[in-house]
């Protein structure tokens, strides 16, 4: 009876929260407060797929709920990114009966993956999409390895993985996993390279012997066709595969058949669509509609933003702070590019949820990539200006093509009145939106 009266007072608290138009995890922290096993008073739907990884969990949920949606499923998602357990809680209380009973066919959340060890023991997962572990937060996370004992902690063999085959570190999963497991991939393609160029992988040794891995191709960092040559440990066969990315038209084609159109081509977004396609196509639902309703999302821009300025391409790509294969990739999305362009770094703070400056991730960056690229001018903006700057030139650029500014209103009317060439702006979320209304607002002006 009192896991029930806690329900009812958790949803009271939703009702107020979305009355008051706040939308939080306020509701789940009350209630864990005066219950702290209220996950295990929810009866769950047949179907419950969960998410985790360093990057990419909020995107590919996202996606999934989508696709579930447009194939009349009823979802509860937590699309707001509150992924810890009060915003779990919070999660199921929106779309419970007042006797817990969760109303819809399907959950769909992505879990922090520190504290996925909490929830899955009560809102057990049929399907568990891990997207990568990588150097992430490392105030709050340490290495890698730690984060993979987490992850492990929470898995059990009840639970089906969908894992990324290019990616040598998630096999790890697979070597004590007892449970099935379904693989993605993508071929090699026109900017697959033979030749290492990235210093900073998360794993190049094998996960059996710890004998370096040897590579066919690599996509990106230490993700492609890999192998051990001491061992019997090699990228597994992969049951969803993208057998053509073409850039110049924004389509992949997965398995040879089936076309998706993206609205841009950065690595991370294909392979979080390849996930989202091989979790779904695997519980059953028609994958013509999956290509669909994937091909129909609107572009996301606080994470991707392209538009014009007095003839200018500007490109704003949204970077995640403290993690450096996110800037890498981005890096690399840019040395696609030939033409003369001006480089924006950026952002107004580290993180949100601690006060440490830690600025170790930004040695990780492989910027030296940088240094073959024509670049007129790198505007460096914000709290960290100087130690971008400083990074920037250990990389080998040239200081004299380096430039500072303390706010994005300075940056911008630099950009636009002193600098040559298309635009490409790397900044964390914090300053992604004041940058396109600066440029904007100016254009319009």
Not at 84 to 99: N, R
Not at 266 to 287: C, E, H, M, P, R
Request: with cysteine; charged share 20%; glycine share 4%.
């Amino acid at each position: 009876m009192y896991h029930i009266l806690c329900i009812i007072l958790g949803k009271v608290i939703v009702l107020i929260g979305k009355i008051c138009k706040r939308g939080s995890s306020l509701p789940g922290l009350i209630v864990l407060k005066l219950d702290k096993h209220i996950l295990e008073s929810f009866q769950l739907p047949k179907l419950v797929i969960a998410v985790t990884g360093s990057s990419g969990k909020g995107s590919i949920s996202t996606l999934i709920a989508k696709i579930l949606t447009n194939q009349n499923y009823t979802v509860a998602h937590n699309k707001v990114g509150s992924n810890l357990t009060p915003g779990i809680v919070t999660l199921l209380l929106e779309h419970s009966s007042l006797l817990g009973k969760i109303k819809t066919d399907a959950i769909v959340y992505e879990i922090d993956e520190r504290y996925a060890k909490y929830v899955f023991d009560a809102i057990t997962p049929n399907y568990v999409v891990i997207s990568n572990i990588s150097r992430d937060q490392p105030p709050r996370q340490g290495h890698f390895d730690l984060v993979f004992e987490e992850i492990q902690k929470a898995i059990t063999p009840s639970m089906h993985l969908i894992l990324n085959a290019d990616d040598p570190y998630l096999q790890k999963f697979a070597l004590n996993h007892h449970g099935p497991i379904t693989y993605y991939s993508i071929e090699k393609n026109q900017y697959s390279y033979t030749k290492n160029k990235f210093m900073n992988l998360n794993l190049n040794y094998c996960p059996k012997c710890n004998q370096k891995l040897e590579y066919n191709y690599y996509n990106f960092e230490n993700i492609g066709d890999y192998h051990c040559s001491s061992c019997q440990f090699q990228k597994p066969k992969a049951d969803t595969i993208i057998t053509k990315i073409d850039y110049t038209h924004y389509k992949i084609v997965i398995d040879g058949t089936y076309t998706i159109e993206l609205p841009h081509l950065i690595l991370y977004d294909v392979y979080n669509t390849l996930a989202a396609f091989t979790i779904t196509s695997l519980i059953g639902l028609q994958k013509e509609k999956i290509c669909d309703t994937l091909s129909h999302i609107h572009k996301n821009k606080k994470l991707f933003h392209v538009f014009t300025y007095h003839d200018r391409i500007v490109t704003v790509l949204n970077n995640k702070n403290e993690n450096s294969s996110t800037f890498n990739q981005s890096l690399l999305y840019v040395s696609r590019y030939k033409e003369e362009k001006t480089i924006v770094i950026g952002w107004k703070e580290i993180s949100r949820r601690y006060q440490f400056d830690d600025l170790s991730w930004l040695y990780d960056i492989d910027f030296e990539l940088l240094n073959k690229l024509n670049v007129h001018k790198f505007v460096c903006v914000g709290i960290h200006r100087y130690d971008i700057a400083t990074r920037l030139k250990y990389a080998g650029i040239d200081e004299k093509t380096i430039t500072v500014f303390d706010t994005i209103e300075e940056s911008t009317n630099y950009i636009q009145q002193k600098t040559k060439g298309n635009i490409y702006a790397i900044l964390n979320f914090d300053y992604v939106e004041p940058f396109q209304q600066a440029m904007k607002e100016s254009d319009a002006s």
